[in-house]
């Protein structure tokens, strides 16, 4: 393959460039590396058609996942160069290493997923969310997968630990319908009042099955918003711009209002003489939470 042929032919330039930044380590630990690498490349293969990466930077990859020790330096069993090729092709944000990520891996976390008892949309959005944590930020947990074995076989254990925890995260976080229905600001009249008070249980229980009806990653759009992240945080998540988190956030206002009037309508079709003010009632306390959000989610951004 293109990609791995070249990076054999410009691996001796690529390491030299890279141990002559990387005083902290012994002479034989460099010797040691060198003659491991140039092991390794010789018989490497690349199971993906991948564009070829800088070999500087692939090579300072490779080293920081063998050194260990900078005065001693043991031939690790396994190492998987081709699996680290596209890992690091995944953190440079190269496209068609996402591609066969998205191809050939996240199927493999799907299917992890899916016999953890997820449900089909809430996958696409811990998928998404293992992508994000293990090859974008600050901080990328890729930094934990060594080469040793399969990436496969390391990203689905990842996916058993993210699903854990989202599901620790949810027990634990306040309900969206609680952060969502605040009471309404300031003074009602006497008669909007007791119509608050007589229908709270019936507006509440509308709510929380539209809540329930929204898709997985609108809920978890709502929720990142709740606990305070921005619009670009939120967009570096899911990969897109922080305006389109903006529109995701109307939009999602438009269905809890469209789903929560539907049912208050059915359940309250004996009110008639109320029922307008009830509508306009929640309707004024969700706009007003929303706006909220969406004026903490355009901070910073």
Request: hydrophobic share 40%; charged share 30%.
């Amino acid at each position: 393959m293109e990609a791995i042929h070249k990076l054999k032919t410009n691996f001796t330039a690529a390491f030299r460039m890279v141990v002559l930044e990387r005083d902290d380590l012994a002479k034989e630990v460099v010797e040691k590396i060198g003659v491991f690498l140039t092991h390794k490349l010789s018989s490497a293969t690349l199971p993906w058609e991948v564009p070829a990466l800088p070999a500087a930077d692939f090579v300072d990859f490779l080293v920081e996942r063998l050194v260990t020790d900078s005065e001693h330096f043991e031939p690790p069993e396994g190492f998987e160069i081709g699996e680290l090729y596209l890992a690091r092709g995944c953190t440079l944000g190269n496209p068609e290493a996402v591609r066969v990520y998205e191809e050939t891996l996240a199927p493999e976390i799907a299917r992890v997923l899916a016999r953890m008892g997820k449900a089909a949309d809430v996958r696409a959005d811990i998928a998404q969310n293992i992508f994000c944590r293990v090859f974008t930020g600050p901080d990328p947990k890729i930094s934990g997968y060594r080469g040793r074995g399969k990436l496969a076989s390391w990203l689905r254990v990842v996916a058993t630990r993210e699903a854990l925890d989202l599901s620790r995260v949810e027990a634990r976080q306040t309900p969206l319908t609680q952060s969502l229905l605040n009471e309404p600001d300031g003074e009602l009249s006497p008669e909007l009042e007791l119509i608050r008070i007589t229908y709270r249980n019936a507006i509440k229980k509308a709510f929380e099955n539209a809540v329930q009806g929204l898709s997985t990653r609108d809920r978890l759009v709502l929720r990142h918003t709740l606990d305070g992240a921005t619009a670009a945080e939120i967009g570096n998540i899911y990969r897109v711009h922080r305006v389109t988190i903006a529109r995701w956030l109307s939009s999602v206002r438009s269905k809890l209002l469209a789903a929560t009037r539907q049912q208050l309508q059915e359940d309250l079709s004996e009110a008639s003489k109320e029922i307008d003010d009830v509508l306009k009632l929640f309707g004024d306390q969700v706009t007003m939470s929303f706006e909220r959000l969406l004026a903490t989610a355009s901070e910073d951004s």
